[in-house]
């Protein structure tokens, strides 16, 4: 399974837009790319998923570049409650036996 | 409401004794995992199940038992050989038809060992 690395910790301030960035040079042809949000003493919450170029929802945005080896994803107008730990998850689907692997993911701060 | 229950919340045990998480979900979803979060890391898998009456060991079994007897269930057992068992742990589901790798996960419980 791709081995992810991301920022250990991020700040940022209310209204700002935030990018965290994600490596992962080894990412296979199958894999995907996901996101995640964990609030202290909660279980993740799915964010964002994505193969490649750009994906959008509600939330938040998903860029792939054309080598799949990095993502971004980024937060418009963060706010107090955006405050939580972001973890990049690679690997292949559900239906090809996926498994999460979770690193240590990047604490955002948001401050006012 | 559908989703994942786990109970209880906090529980406490003394050393050497076995202690049985629950995990209840009513999403109708095939799979469910469990994974263990120590504090300031990320989330390592247990065991997974696919399907009912089947199970796979993940990153770090030893020590855990599950059994997948009902869909809706996956309870895990932490026995006395677990080394170091105090953490939060926290339960899984996901089928096909979600996102690809898009799991709902339950509120976790935080075990203790005194």
């Known amino acids: 399974l791709a081995k992810t690395t991301q920022p250990i910790s991020m700040d940022s301030y209310e209204g700002q837009e935030v990018n965290i960035t994600c490596s992962h040079n080894n990412i296979a042809t199958n894999d995907y790319i996901t996101w995640y949000q964990q609030f202290p003493s909660q279980g993740p919450r799915f964010i964002i998923q994505?193969?490649?170029t750009k994906v959008t929802n509600e939330v938040a945005s998903l860029f792939i570049p054309a080598d799949r080896k990095s993502s971004t994803l980024s937060l418009p107008r963060v706010s107090l409650s955006d405050t939580a730990v972001y973890y990049c998850l690679v690997g292949p689907s559900y239906n090809q036996g996926g498994k999460l692997i979770f690193g240590q993911g990047t604490e955002l701060s948001v401050k006012p | 409401d559908g989703g994942i229950t786990q109970s209880p919340k906090y529980l406490f045990r003394k050393e050497g004794q076995n202690v049985t998480l629950s995990c209840e979900q009513n999403?109708?979803?095939?799979?469910m995992y469990w994974y263990r979060q120590d504090p300031g890391q990320g989330l390592r898998l247990i065991y997974y199940s696919q399907i009912v009456n089947d199970f796979q060991k993940g990153d770090i079994a030893e020590g855990y038992s599950v059994s997948r007897e009902k869909k809706e269930s996956f309870p895990l057992t932490v026995t006395s050989a677990q080394k170091n068992p105090t953490a939060f742990y926290l339960c899984?589901?996901?089928?096909?038809?979600?996102?690809?790798?898009?799991?709902?996960f339950g509120p976790g419980t935080r075990l203790t060992v005194l």
């Open positions: 899984a589901s996901s089928t096909p038809g979600l996102g690809q790798n898009e799991q709902f």
């Open positions: 999403l109708n979803h095939d799979a």
């Open positions: 994505g193969y490649k």
